[in-house]
T-cell receptor
């Protein structure tokens, strides 16, 4: 069975500092990987996705992630965060079957001035 | 703006009652999925409909049921509500399978008292 582990439940960081949100997955088959962001009282917005090809994926709002098959990781990074990046971030995996998304528990990113 | 709308945005029901949540997908999206997001957790897959037929289900009891209509709208029905059903319910639509982006609505916050 597939699963996703987000290693940090909360990440506090100062504005303009770099940040990395960690995600590990387990799966016996090829997977698609996603990062979603959820702002308070809103649904989920896709930041980026890995389907195949280059292991470095660039997304919206300056975020990027690197797929590492040997370490089964898909960590999210941003070189300089803004106050507006404060939100909940979810890593998700799909096996491409009927494409249900399996989400991690989420990482709360809190950007402080 | 994802083009996926859910109604109502908030709802309070009593234990034992029945509830219907609604979702209007993006035009042309023939697949809709429903997720339950309990407080402080990641979304959990309930089920998915493709061209008005259920084609995938998560670990939820039969009192969770759904419908998808030809006009790109769908419903989630929950019978015999329990306190643990209190959660944010999200619908997501996509146009095909295979890892394409799922567009999420803003969710319906259900509180069972």
């Amino acid at each position: 069975a597939q699963s996703v582990t987000q290693l940090d439940s909360q990440v506090p960081v100062f504005e303009e500092a770099p940040v990395e949100l960690r995600c590990n997955y387990s799966s016996s088959v090829s997977v698609y990987l996603f990062w979603y962001v959820q702002y308070p009282n809103q649904g989920l917005q896709l930041l980026l996705k890995y389907l195949s090809g280059s292991t470095l994926v660039k997304g919206i709002n300056g975020f990027e992630a690197e797929f590492n098959k040997s370490q089964t990781s898909f960590h999210l990074r941003k070189p300089s965060v803004h106050i507006s990046d404060t939100a909940e971030y979810f890593c998700a995996v799909s096996d491409g079957g009927y494409n249900k998304l399996i989400f991690g528990a989420g990482t709360r990113l809190a950007v402080h001035p | 703006e994802t083009g996926v709308t859910q109604s109502p945005t908030h709802l309070i029901k009593t234990r034992g009652q029945q509830v219907t949540l609604r979702c209007s997908s993006q035009s042309g999206h023939n697949t809709v999925s429903w997720y339950q997001q309990a407080l402080g957790q990641g979304p959990q897959f309930i089920f998915q409909y493709y061209r008005e037929e259920e084609n995938g289900r998560g670990n939820f009891p039969p009192r969770f049921s759904g419908l998808q209509f030809p006009n790109y709208s769908s419903e989630l029905n929950v019978n015999a509500l329990e306190l643990d059903d209190s959660a944010l319910y999200l619908c997501a639509s996509r146009d095909t399978g295979g890892g394409t982006e799922a567009f999420f609505g803003q969710g319906t916050r259900l509180t069972v008292v």
